[in-house]
């Protein structure tokens, strides 16, 4: 850009107005959800959903992959800020501050996605998991930090989602300090001085993941029936280009465990229409903005490569930050994300790189391939 393009560019229209400041603002959901937007359980109504049948879920606990060096990819994942739970022959278990018994399990191989696991509310759903036809038999899980049954079930694209009951809980912490900020003329941090330590950014729990899916309406139907994932957010684009809107087509889906009254993350699973299936990300939360910071600086200064990030986003609101790990997988830390309930009306948001982020470095154009 020459320097004309660029006096150009910023030269308002109207010299004589100032342009308006930035600010930020908690508003109600009703006000920040996508419009057009419906009460949840009359989606679930209208797509005749038994919720009776569902598989009950409470969480979402830990990633399961598969990688060729359980060395490397441990010397990446403490820098991530994960510690090492248990080790075992050809086995790793990662935790983090939360109160799960480990929140990533490795094992050694091929590089391959072995899903992520969800507990389950009781004995009784896990038995009615392996009823779901090609499911695997419940097992015990003996080696593993906290024991537990688990059940494994594929999605109709060949995704595994492993569903575990009976997992004994670790104690929570250390937390990190709720740091005290001084603000314009509310300033209740007196004589006391903000100071940080290099280091990575300690993981607390799994917040998410995400699917890129051939088969949209197939995946997102499956998830949804089969278990009480209900939708938060739609992404739409216009199949005639003409904006109708009976020709919207839902191309993704950011969707939440359903808890009744009780609140839970913005999302917990994510579904993108992609011509391949593959896994996206798997995303971890951590403390807050400074301890995000701290973090991509950890990981810059250590050499591995950053995705995007650090950055804002706009549906859940996170802070985000996406990384590869040494053998290709995307993995996120986030802070400050969104919390919704039953009472969470679903939305309905166009597709593109605009609906992604408020703020932060510009989205790579290959982000949801």
């Not at 949209?216 to 005639?240: E, G, K, S």
């Not at 465990?257 to 609140?263: K, S």
Request: hydrophobic share 35%.
């Amino acid at each position: 850009m020459t320097f004309d393009d660029m006096k150009e560019k910023i030269t308002p229209a109207n010299p004589s107005r100032e342009a308006s400041p930035n600010r930020g603002s908690s508003v109600p959901q009703l006000e920040a959800i996508p419009k057009p937007c419906k009460p949840l359980r009359q989606w679930q109504k209208e797509a005749n959903i038994d919720r009776n049948a569902q598989i009950k879920l409470t969480k979402l606990v830990h990633m399961r992959y598969q990688h060729p060096n359980l060395d490397e990819i441990t010397t990446f994942l403490r820098d991530f800020g994960m510690t090492v739970a248990k080790k075992a022959d050809g086995k790793r278990w990662y935790a983090g501050y939360g109160e799960d018994a480990y929140v990533y399990y490795a094992q050694e191989g091929e590089k391959k996605f072995l899903g992520g696991t969800f507990e389950v509310e009781s004995y009784e759903e896990l038995s009615k998991a392996a009823k779901v036809p090609g499911a695997s038999a419940i097992e015990e899980v003996t080696d593993a930090p906290g024991g537990g049954y688990m059940v494994t079930l594929h999605d109709p694209e060949g995704f595994p989602i492993n569903l575990l009951h009976g997992q004994t809980k670790k104690q929570a912490g250390p937390f990190p300090e709720v740091l005290t900020t001084n603000y314009e003329h509310d300033k209740p941090r007196v004589a006391r001085f903000q100071r940080f330590k290099p280091g990575p950014a300690a993981v607390h729990k799994l917040g998410h993941y995400g699917l890129c899916v051939r088969d949209f309406q197939a995946q997102m139907q499956w998830y949804t029936r089969t278990f009480n994932i209900v939708p938060t957010d739609f992404l739409y684009v216009d199949a005639d280009d003409e904006g109708n809107q009976d020709t919207k087509k839902d191309v993704a889906i950011f969707a939440h465990i359903d808890l009744g009254p009780h609140y839970t993350d913005h999302h917990t699973i994510f579904l993108s229409s992609n011509p391949t299936s593959h896994v996206h990300h798997c995303s971890f939360e951590v403390h807050d903005f400074d301890t995000q910071n701290l973090g991509h600086e950890w990981l810059a200064q250590k050499g591995y490569k950053s995705v995007w990030g650090v950055g804002r986003h706009i549906l859940g609101s996170q802070l985000f930050d996406y990384w590869w790990d040494i053998n290709g997988n995307m993995i996120e830390h986030y802070a400050d994300g969104d919390l919704v309930n039953e009472e969470t009306p679903v939305g309905w948001g166009e597709a593109g790189d605009e609906s992604l982020a408020v703020w932060g470095p510009e989205v790579p154009g290959w982000f949801l391939d």
